[in-house]
């Protein structure tokens, strides 16, 4: 079945230690999402690609970075996570959507839960 | 941000009642949609309204929208316990970007 899948489905860094988060997908979507959601808050966007297209946004963290060296992968980069950064991190994926015509809604992966030590 | 908000944030009934949520935001939409999230995981897509509908079904789920009051609402009927979970709206935001709400917690009680 197409999906959007995300590797490790928990997990633990240490404090300062960076950390990559990786999502694939199968969907053939041309854009791909990292999403932060901290407990019992919505998911707030880090940034998405638009194909190869960047785009951050503008209270991401600069401690936050991602690739996608292509269009099935994508990977979300902390740093050097703190505490303040363990959360669960959503991949998301949509085909492109254009203003004034629908959105097919995204296709999200299970999630990524870090943990900070 | 121009996140919706929802109402209530938590949400207690029996299992066979019927749920209402409701979800309000602040700009002009192009659609609005509602995502399921089981505790611990990932979103599911649910529905999808258009700006000019004012009501959708998809199962025992109806939203409806009205964009003069800037809200929606979504009905869940004949609730089983499966359908605990927390429901977010999101609207479109700029391009490709979808924006939630803060989410209303549903727990059915058997």
């Known amino acids: 079945d197409a999906m959007v899948i995300q590797n490790p489905r928990y997990q633990v860094t240490q404090f300062g230690k960076p950390v990559t988060l990786s999502c694939s997908q199968t969907?053939?979507?041309?854009?791909m999402y990292w999403y932060q959601q901290k407990s019992s808050q919505a998911p707030k966007l880090l940034f998405h690609y638009y194909d190869k297209d960047f785009n951050n946004e503008a209270d991401t963290p600069d401690n936050f970075q991602s690739r996608r060296p292509n269009t099935s992968f994508c990977f979300l980069d902390i740093r050097s996570p703190g505490l303040g950064d363990a959360a669960m991190y959503l991949c998301a994926t949509s085909l492109r959507w254009l203003a004034g015509t629908d959105h097919y809604g995204y296709t999200f992966g299970s999630g990524t839960r870090l943990t900070v030590v | 941000s121009q996140q919706g908000e929802e109402d209530p944030q938590a949400l207690s009934i029996q299992e066979g009642e019927n749920a209402t949520m409701n979800c309000s935001y602040k700009?002009?939409?192009?659609?609005l949609q509602w995502y399921r999230q089981n505790s611990g995981r990932g979103l599911v897509h649910l529905i999808l309204i258009r700006s000019n509908e004012r009501e959708k079904h998809s199962g025992r789920l109806r939203v409806t929208l009205d964009t003069s009051k800037k809200s929606s609402s979504l009905l869940i009927t004949a609730s089983r316990a499966a359908d605990t979970a927390s429901y977010f709206c999101a609207i479109t935001q700029g391009a490709q970007k979808l924006v939630f709400g803060q989410g209303t917690r549903l727990t059915i009680n058997p």
């Open positions: 969907l053939n979507h041309n854009v």
């Open positions: 700009t002009s939409i192009n659609n």
